[in-house]
């Protein structure tokens, strides 16, 4: 199975990749998992032998991958090869913050893969996030700190978790 995490919302992304790893390390144990956090020419042997085989007396393995935009025509051609032959007790999970739609590898992998977006467009997005998250921060405090971070959620759930600390 392939999956596809993607859109214009980077903490939205990490946050359900993280409980996708944990929920898979509960499972299966953190032996049959990978995380491949800067893809390169280096890793590509390692990861070509990742995709391709099974574990020997483990059910399945999980694979994350974080792409970014800045992958060169050699890791595109590798992925959109050996995703095709994946086997089935294999998950890859694509993590793809804002990615360029227009690209050969977005549109193959939205056509190979269950794909989810992660979407904040505006302030009340990002309000709803946190006040979800959080629920003791007061309207106004946070409406404060989206104005301050620019609706950046990643940095303000930082500043949160700074002030939760000393308060």
Do not use: C
């Amino acid at each position: 199975m392939i999956y596809l995490f993607t859109w214009n919302s980077s903490f939205l992304i990490d946050d359900a990749v993280k409980k996708w790893k944990n929920q898979f390390v509960e499972k299966y144990g953190d032996f049959n998992l990978l995380q491949i956090k800067e893809l390169n020419e280096n890793i590509l042997e390692t990861l070509h032998q990742n995709m391709l085989s099974e574990w020997f007396m483990w059910e399945k393995k999980l694979i994350i991958i974080e792409l970014n935009s800045e992958l060169n025509e050699e890791i595109q051609d590798f992925l959109l090869k050996n995703i095709r032959v994946v086997p089935e007790n294999n998950m890859i999970l694509f993590s793809y913050y804002n990615p360029d739609k227009r690209t050969k590898l977005y549109k193959d992998l939205q056509d190979l893969s269950q794909v989810k977006e992660f979407n904040s467009e505006n302030e009340h997005d990002v309000e709803k996030i946190v006040s979800a998250r959080y629920k003791n921060i007061t309207y106004d405090a946070l409406r404060l700190l989206i104005k301050y971070k620019a609706n950046n959620t990643q940095k303000i759930v930082s500043e949160i978790e700074k002030l939760s600390i000393i308060y």
